[in-house]
């Protein structure tokens, strides 16, 4: 046996050795990325549940303290449980303060947030559109309780002197009125509008770039314009997507807090007037957890019901969003 041949044996022998070695400390860092992303998916679910259970928990305290009744929560009209001898917990007053403010900023949010993802994607030269998407994403950052400063400090004085505008052209100076209150749902919805504007834009113009090319050069082929292939071609194949956009947007301006509670007000009554003060499921729990409340009375407790009916309205919005991308997700190959 010659030098070369051990030599070869010998440099043959290694590679192997190195091969099981490189081998087994690949197995090892997988099964470490293994178990890490097995943990944090674990620790997600079980802070999930126990959000849920202690929501679940409190809220049934809160329905066995004296002078509470679950039918009445979930019936009565009028919400009133810390001034008065008697006092109400009807939830529905801060249902509807929460459902109005949420219906304006989806009114604001969506048509916008639709319309810009479209120029983006359809209209926007390639170099326009990587400036503008991070610009508008940027709004996204903003602290909330600048949208509420914002709504009460801008929004609200700008919307009663447009107000006081028109009604002095119509019925005269004298008997002009700015018909906004101070705190008011408009400006609040519009202040949360714009703050969902960078997730209704963002996801939707997404789902439009997804869209195949294909379908848009048929399109041309066929003789359509820009216009209608946007509208009529690229807008229903992105359909689902937009739908999830609009849904996640509107879950997260009923869950939003910042803005309500410094914009809107905390007089809670059951009316769909965008013009008065309103105060919503969000708000009312803020206003608990200032501290001027008793930990054992039945207006703490009340906290933890409004927020398990907040809750289940976000888990609704959810599974909607859920079933409409199973129902109408475009497949393409």
């Known amino acids: 046996m010659t030098i070369a041949s051990l030599t070869s044996q010998a440099s043959e022998a290694s590679l192997r050795l190195g091969r099981r070695r490189s081998r ?4 090892g860092k997988e099964g470490v990325i293994v178990s890490l992303v097995g943990a944090s998916a674990l620790f997600s679910v079980v802070t999930t549940f126990s959000i849920i259970f202690i929501l679940f928990r409190e809220s049934l305290r809160f329905f066995h303290m004296e002078g509470v009744s679950f039918v009445e929560f979930v019936t009565g009209l009028e919400w009133n449980p810390l001034l008065g001898a008697e006092k109400h917990f009807g939830v529905w007053p801060l249902i509807s303060g929460t459902l109005l403010v949420t219906g304006i900023a989806a009114l604001t ?14 209209y926007a030269p390639r170099r326009l559109r990587s400036v503008l998407k991070p610009v508008l994403e940027v709004l996204a950052g903003v602290p909330t309780v600048v949208y509420g400063f914002f709504a009460l400090t801008v929004v ?84 689902s997507g937009i ?22 007000g905390n007089i809670a009554r059951l009316s769909l007037n965008p013009t008065s003060e309103t105060q919503t499921m ?8 200032l501290g ?42």
């Open 156 to 239: 609200t004085p700008a919307l009663r002197e447009m107000m006081l505008w028109i009604t002095a052209l119509f019925v005269g100076e004298e008997h002009a009125s700015p018909v906004f209150d101070i705190y008011n749902a408009t400006s609040a919805g519009l202040a949360v509008g714009i703050m969902c504007l960078p997730i209704v834009c963002s996801l939707s113009e997404d789902a439009l770039q997804a869209v195949p090319r294909s379908l848009r050069e048929g399109a041309y082929a066929a003789g359509a314009t820009k216009f209608d292939v946007s509208l009529k071609v690229v807008t229903p194949a992105a359909l």
């Open 24 to 27: 087994s400390a690949q197995t």
């Open 282 to 289: 969000t708000a009312y729990m803020v206003q608990i957890f």
């Open 109 to 122: 949010a969506i048509p916008l947030g639709l319309m810009t993802a479209i120029f983006l994607s359809e």
């Open 243 to 264: 739908v999830a956009a609009s849904l996640l947007a509107i879950a997260r301006a009923i869950g939003e807090t910042m803005i309500v509670a410094l914009a809107a």
């Open 292 to 333: 001027d409340t008793s930990n054992f009375g039945p207006e703490y407790g009340s906290s933890y019901a409004v927020a398990t009916a907040l809750f289940l309205m976000t888990l609704i919005v959810t599974m909607i969003g859920a079933i409409v991308l199973r129902r109408y997700r475009e497949v393409y190959e």
